[in-house]
């Protein structure tokens, strides 16, 4: 078998990259380990930057988004008992969108699927090879045999487990990690929520979100100890708890019912630098991890798929080496500026362990702040609705 891009991982910085390649009229094969079910059983986060928006666009997906996505213009901080509104589009001109990834996953399976691209789910022991040669090619297991597909480069799209960063030699590899003292647990409702924008919640209990997939299904998270099993929260000891963690009007108006999911998720900021290794490419998870606070994660997997996307069209539309040199420098100063933005989120935001009284007044001082300066909360809603790329 041979192609022009194997693509390791159909997620959404997989699939979106074969769709975008697709268009462009490069050949592509995209080798997943788990079925299509089960990569569209993942809950994740669900806010789309314009940039986000548009790429889904030029890849003929986003049409579902713009139709069913709920387009928001700001966001609201709670703290001290009080809620406040940071005017996003104000601010920026922009506006962000609830869609869930599980539909952004969908619409792309199905417009690979439409346009009968070929995808191999259920594919073990998936393997780069060669990939610092000028004869990359990528192996794996189907059915108990063995195959192989030879390709021009490798993208390695298959998410912080994957085995794409780690089949680079570690000496050509470096990486730069936090990891957060909490976790997040999750729960997705069949319930209107709680309030038309999104709120976070800094609480002398931990952080608390009310944030949505639509008009009538909800999405809640409370900071929870990193350890904790999702044993431990019954669905009224969750709803309990966001409450003491949210101002009375909210608790008055916030509709509770049996979850429909509930998850631990941990919280890290990773960096693997550089994102190219000869003939293989990393993008999205596989390259970097961004804590949720401020739902970035999705759109970096597409703003480093928006720029090797557009270095392999140049390589074989102009025949220039050009883009796919510059691509590990471009995609890590936009990484680089969502994970110092992602981080800074969650510092104000959670409770730390070691923060003390002084950190909590630190962190209340910051937050009054950000909602009385112009200036400050320009530059949180400049990030929040996404750097241009
Ligand atoms: N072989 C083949 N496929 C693999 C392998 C492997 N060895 N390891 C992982 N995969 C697949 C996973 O099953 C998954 O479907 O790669 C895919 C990676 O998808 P994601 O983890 O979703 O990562 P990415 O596409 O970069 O998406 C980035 O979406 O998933 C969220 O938190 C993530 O929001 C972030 C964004
Ligand atoms: C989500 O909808 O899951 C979500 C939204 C905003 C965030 C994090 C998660 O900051």
Request: glycine share 10%; hydrophobic share 40%; aromatic share 8%.
């Amino acid at each position: 078998m041979r192609t022009e891009i194997a693509i390791i991982g159909a997620g959404p910085a997989g699939l979106l990259l074969g769709q975008l390649l697709h268009t462009y009229g490069i050949d592509n094969v995209i080798l997943e380990r788990q079925t299509a079910d089960h990569v569209l059983g993942r809950i994740r986060a669900g806010l789309l930057e314009e940039g986000t928006v548009a790429l889904l666009d030029e890849a003929g997906v986003g049409q579902r988004a713009r139709h069913e996505g709920l387009v928001h213009r700001g966001i609201e901080l709670a703290f001290d008992g009080a809620r406040h509104r940071i005017d996003i589009h104000g601010a920026t001109g922009k506006t962000v969108t609830i869609y869930g990834q599980t539909e952004v996953t969908l619409d792309l399976m199905n417009a690979r699927k439409a346009a009968g691209l070929a995808t191999i789910y259920q594919a073990a022991d998936v393997r780069p090879r060669d990939f610092d040669t000028d004869h990359p090619r990528v192996s794996w297991v189907s059915d108990g045999a063995g195959h192989e597909i030879d390709c021009d480069f490798i993208a390695g799209c298959d998410g912080f487990h994957g085995v794409s960063r780690a089949s680079v030699n570690p000496q050509a590899i470096r990486t730069y990690e936090r990891v957060y003292p909490f976790g997040w647990l999750g729960i997705l409702s069949e319930t209107p929520p709680v309030s038309h924008e999104l709120i976070y919640s800094n609480h002398a209990r931990g952080f608390a979100l009310c944030t949505m997939r639509s008009t009538h299904r909800s999405r809640y998270y409370v900071q929870c100890p990193s350890d904790d099993h999702i044993d431990q929260w019954p669905d009224d000891r969750f709803w309990d708890e966001l409450k003491r963690r949210l101002d009375q009007k909210a608790v008055d108006e916030l509709v509770t019912g049996p979850s429909i999911e509930k998850s631990i998720a941990p919280l890290r900021s990773f960096v693997a630098e550089p994102m190219r290794f000869g003939r293989m490419f990393l993008a999205g998870d596989a390259a970097h991890i961004v804590p949720p606070t401020g739902a970035k994660g999705l759109n970096l997997a597409a703003s480093d798929v928006h720029y090797l996307s557009g270095a392999l069209r140049e390589y074989y539309g102009e025949k220039s080496s050009a883009g796919i040199d510059n691509y590990s420098a471009i995609a890590l100063a936009r990484v680089w500026k969502a994970v110092r933005f992602s981080w800074w989120m969650t510092s104000i935001l959670h409770k730390f362990p070691e923060q003390g009284e002084f950190g909590a007044r630190i962190q209340l001082a910051e937050l009054n702040y950000l909602v009385s300066s112009k200036a400050a909360s320009a530059a949180l809603a400049e990030n929040y609705v996404g750097l241009p790329f």
